[in-house]
């Protein structure tokens, strides 16, 4: 194998497939990137068995071949580079030489044939998606998602897809989000799957407010497909919980808020909050929403905020955190959310496309 790149084109395709890499992985191969140049491209892939991403180079190498290399000494080595052609090439013993202006270098490299072969999805099916919308639903629902590892089904986004719509759920068992987004996808027939945090997360990174996305849909294994770059990922296996249920009818008496001034307040409330003590106190009464906390061996605060409120006076205890999150993503000068006992969630709706629920908290 032999090929010349720009040293910006390789990092930046080098930095984009490592994100799959783990570096806790007692594999060697895994470790490392494969890199396969072709007829008219050269290939870069990575791998952690659950996820794996594959980028594209447009470009012609003087020789075909692969071999795959250690993905952060090759990185280590790329950035220190001078900012020229640096070329690329594969002797006996899987040596890989890298040579840039009089620079070069040596790294031991593995044979492909240990490489683990990524699945193909040529003949799955697949929707395309404008990956702005993508993009707004799964900022909007991925906070959500759990890190707790006992509950390895909630530790993703469950993507519905249906003829009409694309829905996005997550939860972590004490709240639960829910964007949906009109699409017309007329031939495919209804489908549920559960992608990892690991693959929402670097979904997340790529995608734009540009362009669309197409999602392959397998059996077990679902493929995010940007053009020139893939993400592969394993589907989590297991039950969603019924969420549907969960999420309580509307109410009539509603807080409105100005957003900026409660996302304030509920920052500001959170630094006094500790790990032995996350509730901060929300008093609501006419018109009027006083958001305190108090923390004997930190200190303690106070804001009063102007709101539209009629219903009965009440405390509610909430982790600010989750607040926080929800209150950054959505839009608008003035949020609204519905609240009707201390012991009942509060709940947050724009429109029949965005649903937010919050369990209070034990003041």
């Not at 197409?214 to 394993?234: A, E």
């Not at 006076?313 to 949020?335: A, H, Q, W």
Request: aromatic share 6%; proline share 6%; hydrophobic share 40%.
């Amino acid at each position: 194998m032999k090929c010349t790149i720009s040293k910006e084109s390789l990092l930046k395709t080098a930095q984009i497939v490592q994100n799959a890499i783990n570096p806790k992985t007692n594999l060697p191969i895994l470790s490392n990137i494969l890199i396969d140049a072709e007829q008219d491209q050269i290939v870069f892939t990575a791998t952690d068995l659950d996820i794996g991403i594959i980028t594209e180079l447009p470009l012609k190498p003087s020789i075909l071949g692969s071999i795959t290399i250690p993905a952060k000494k090759f990185l280590d080595v790329i950035k220190e580079l001078p900012n020229n052609d640096i070329s690329l090439s594969v002797k006996k013993n899987n040596i890989v030489n890298i040579d840039c202006n009089t620079t070069s270098l040596k790294i031991m490299g593995l044979s492909k044939d240990e490489f683990p072969q990524l699945p193909q999805f040529k003949d799955k099916d697949f929707v395309i998606i404008p990956q702005k919308q993508l993009k707004l639903i799964l900022s909007m629902t991925s906070f959500a998602m759990s890190n707790d590892e006992t509950r390895y089904v909630l530790n993703g986004v469950l993507f519905i897809i249906k003829p009409s719509l694309l829905r996005l759920v997550a939860t972590d068992g004490r709240r639960l989000a829910i964007a949906s987004s009109p699409m017309q996808f007329p031939k495919i027939r209804e489908s549920e799957m559960i992608i990892p945090i690991k693959a929402i997360r670097e979904l997340e990174r790529m995608l734009t407010d540009e362009g669309e996305i197409k999602i392959f849909f397998g059996k077990n294994q679902v493929s995010f497909d940007f053009g020139s770059t893939k993400i592969l990922s394993r589907i989590i296996e297991g039950e969603f919980p019924k969420y549907e249920p969960v999420v309580p009818k509307e109410l009539k008496d509603k807080v409105s808020v100005p957003r900026e001034a409660f996302l304030s307040a509920m920052k500001r409330a959170n630094l006094f909050t500790s790990q032995d003590s996350m509730a901060v106190k929300v008093d609501l009464s006419r018109d009027l929403m006083v958001v305190s906390k108090s923390a004997s061996y930190i200190g303690e605060m106070r804001e009063e905020l102007p709101v539209e409120y009629k219903g009965k006076e009440l405390s509610i205890g909430f982790n600010p955190v989750y607040l926080i999150d929800v209150l950054k993503v959505v839009t608008g000068d003035t949020v609204s959310f519905e609240v009707s006992d201390p012991d009942k969630p509060a709940v947050f709706r724009l429109g029949g496309d965005y649903t937010y629920v919050v369990l209070p908290m034990q003041l």
